[in-house]
């Protein structure tokens, strides 16, 4: 919990466990598949997920047939803060940038 005398000043975070794989769909289409396993107060809390989370089926590093696997991550986000400082674009079915 957040102490309400703190001042606003000082930088707060949160560390998410995520895991990022991809697969090719249709027999064509890449995709990936982002998952969130956790969001944490601490970044020993998330490494402790970490090791839990490998112990469960699909974050294991077995999932089969896929493209690539990114394993879990985790990752520090400051509060308040911007994440995505870039526009966004995506691709027509001919895969040319809309």
Known sequence: MI?????????RSVWT?????AATVSRYE????????GVYSTEKLANEAVERARLQPGF???LGPVDFDEGLTVFQ??????????????????????
Do not use: K
């Open 3 to 11: 102490n309400p005398s703190t001042p606003d000043t000082e930088r």
């Open 17 to 21: 466990v995520g895991h990022l794989y």
């Open 30 to 37: 890449e995709v990936a598949f982002p998952r969130v396993f």
């Open 60 to 62: 294991d590093g077995h």
């Open 77 to 98: 986000y400051d509060l308040d803060d911007v994440v995505w400082r870039g526009g966004f674009f995506s691709y027509d079915a001919e895969g040319r940038e809309e």
